[in-house]
């Protein structure tokens, strides 16, 4: 076990770092951990949710996003600058984001590549 988190400290730190809040976000799974489909119940139908319709359970169940398996659901988000997603590296869980339009940045390489 490494490190547990939560959804709401994710964006909280982005928050923090860019200034801004998501507006929409997509949670979903994919066949790599569909076994963890009925520990999300309230998400796993890949439907768009308005920041203000995500349920507090959805974003404070704890999980941890230390290596291992990836024990979240995959997320896609979009706030006015950005566009964010769930990223792990052997299990590491993060959110990671890139702008949303066209703008010099630090590109990265999702997977653990920097």
Known sequence: MGYTTNFREWFANFTEQTGETPSQIVFGF???????VEEWPEINDNRMWWWDEIPASVLDRRFDAGYG??????????????????????GSEELRWLPRHPVAHQPIRAGGGG
């Not at 994919?30 to 963890?36: F, G, V």
């Not at 896609?76 to 769930?86: D, E, G, P, T, Y």
């Open 69 to 90: 398996s990836t024990d979240s659901p995959n997320l896609c988000a979009w706030s006015k600058s950005f566009v964010l997603f769930s990223d792990d590296y052997d």
């Open 30 to 36: 994919s066949e790599w951990h569909d076994y963890r």
